[in-house]
């Protein structure tokens, strides 16, 4: 089965990197698959939408965010997932720990996020992950329960979604987890997700500094449904690399 990759690239690039990157993904047959998504800023949507459609390229494109409002409406500086759809828009990562921390995103506005994105056909990718603090005090499981937990309030059926377990004390600092420590909370959202939503299609990931280096034995973990990659996503090597294990 191949392994669903995610590319996050943050508030980086520019449109010089964006076109070249994205032409460059589009030659390659190694990153040109149905099974690679790419999460650019929202700004650079309509040129990739252009590339995706010149190119016939196979890979997606996802957004960072969402607005929660479905309807549109007098939201100053909000993107609607209608909007988003437009240009070719499948996928949007809802509820990174860098959303929650900076921009204080509530369970409230995350429900409400995945709602809307489920409204306009987009597939959330939903994340979770614990401090540091929470892992080593062990009240780890418990946190990560009640975050999957705030999918129960979501009103509209859920069909297809991605869960990327995310520890903030790996996003961005290099630190890997043990395999046993990924693979006991990539268990953790299939057990949860068999109760509450036995008839979606779930794909479970793992993101947190994910390199060329560590790709392929992250992948090899059982019921890894592929990765979620910032900083390594911007090197265009190292991406292609852990493309390859995909
Ligand atoms: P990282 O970020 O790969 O740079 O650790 C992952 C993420 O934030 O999704």
Redesign the pocket.
Known sequence: MSKLI?A?W?MNGNLAKIKSDLVGYAANPGTNRSNIILSIPTLYFPIANQIVQKHETKFSLASQDISKFYNPGAYTGEISGDMLKEFGVSHS?IG???RRMFFHESTHTLVKKIDAAIMSEIIPIF?IGEEKICRTNGKYIGFLTQQLELLHQVEVPIKELVI?Y?PIW????GVLPSMAEISEIIGLIHSFVQNYLPHAKITALY?????GANAKEIMSQPMIGGV??????LREPDFATICSYA
């Open positions: 995610v996050n943050k990562i990174h720990s860098e994340c990327a995310e790996s996003v961005g600092t993101g947190g500094s994910v390199t979620l990659v910032g900083g390594a996503s």
